[in-house]
């Protein structure tokens, strides 16, 4: 396996870094000198020595610029952005930067890799790729590691556990909300992008609506009209947690449709529970898409044909075979372990600096998926 190097700035930047600020993939080389190794694994997955820290850009293999493009704009320090990345590129160095948060930011440079969970296939940069959304492994924390696979039943059994409805004028609020802050944005008052107005809670509540009402598949859904129904307190934590993942793991396929950012969380909890997403595509960016056959994952159902997803879930059910039932079951827990976990994107982020580094010169061609 050959070790790559990564520039994060020279000695002194890299010595007065704000550790707990900088984008993720740069934690576990800032914090080779503080943890043990045992807690290295642990938090970073056992391939996080697989990248080492430079202070020389000619000797990097690629740079990372340390913070998000949120934290530079929220701290007016766009300027030092810039000029990090140009002199990476001066050294004919590809940059990866990080864009966070539920909608995401403007990003003021075309030539870097745009990593972010969020962002629109229609909208979609030359270097942006998708990220999944890292959290600790539930099937280790919860169920020791016990992967219990479920048998083929007659009928599709759908899960969904969380916000899925809410007071007609909280829509109308959402809406409001989502139109001052589009606004903002084209009329230069704000860098977060904008978004469909299109509220994600009714969007949710309609899918959920066609699947309880058909006859072509068994529901099994605790709807709610709060974020973990109003839990407050550790206790209750854990209760909605366990509700949460025990829905999934009891259920053959579980609704994985965006939020209030273009992303679903729920789709890489349901993969790392080893089961199978009912994906409702709304112009998504995934992540590893010139890798990853997404649609041998998933029940792909595009957003304009939200209506017809118990047939298509259903004719799904009715057409793989038991054996291969299970197998897309564990197929789908090592693809998380793999690729979508902390441990196996921050390997394969290797593949995507692959990726920008094959792109042709003529942006006009686009990445070819």
């Not at 520039?7 to 870094?17: A, P, R």
């Not at 998504?284 to 010139?290: A, G, T, Y």
């Amino acid at each position: 396996m050959t070790m790559m190097n990564i520039y994060l700035g020279d000695k002194h930047s890299v010595e007065n870094m704000q550790v707990t600020k900088v984008f993720d993939f740069a934690k576990p080389i800032l914090h080779k000198d503080i943890l043990s190794k045992k807690d290295l694994v642990r938090k970073y997955g056992k391939h996080h020595t697989f990248y080492y820290l430079t202070y020389k850009i000619e000797d990097a293999d690629f740079c990372v610029l340390p913070y998000s493009w949120n934290y530079y704009y929220d701290n007016n320090k766009i300027k030092e952005a810039l000029s990090f990345i140009n002199n990476c590129k001066e050294a004919g160095k590809e940059v990866v930067t990080v864009n966070l948060g539920d909608f995401g930011v403007k990003v003021p440079v075309e030539d870097v890799i745009v990593i972010r969970q969020s962002g629109y296939q229609s909208k979609r940069l030359l270097k942006q790729f998708g990220m999944s959304v890292f959290f600790t492994d539930p099937l280790n924390v919860f169920f020791n590691d016990n992967l219990k696979l479920r048998e083929k039943g007659e009928k599709p059994v759908v899960g969904f556990c969380g916000q899925g409805k809410m007071p007609g004028y909280k829509y109308v609020a959402s809406t409001g909300l989502t139109l001052y802050r589009n606004i903002k944005y084209y009329t230069g008052l704000s860098n977060n992008e904008p978004q469909v107005l299109y509220p994600s809670t009714l969007r949710r509540n309609i899918i959920l609506g066609i699947l309880e009402k058909s006859k072509k598949v068994t529901t099994d859904f605790l709807i709610r009209e709060k974020y973990r129904g109003g839990a407050k307190g550790p206790e209750e934590m854990l209760k909605t947690t366990m509700e949460f993942y025990n829905n999934i793991i009891n259920s053959d396929y579980t609704v994985s449709i965006r939020g209030g950012g273009n992303f679903s969380v729920r789709i890489y909890e349901t993969l790392a529970m080893g089961r199978i997403p009912l994906f409702i595509n709304t112009d998504s960016v995934l992540p590893f898409d010139k890798h990853i056959n997404w649609k041998d994952h998933v029940v792909w159902v595009e957003e304009n044909e939200m209506k017809y997803s118990d047939e298509k879930l259903a004719d799904f059910h009715n057409e793989i075979h038991p054996d291969d039932f299970k197998q897309l079951q564990l197929n789908n827990r090592k693809l998380w372990l793999e690729y979508l976990s902390f441990g196996g994107f921050y390997y394969h982020l290797k593949d995507i600096i692959e990726d920008c580094s094959n792109l042709s010169n003529n942006k006009s061609q686009g990445i070819q998926l």
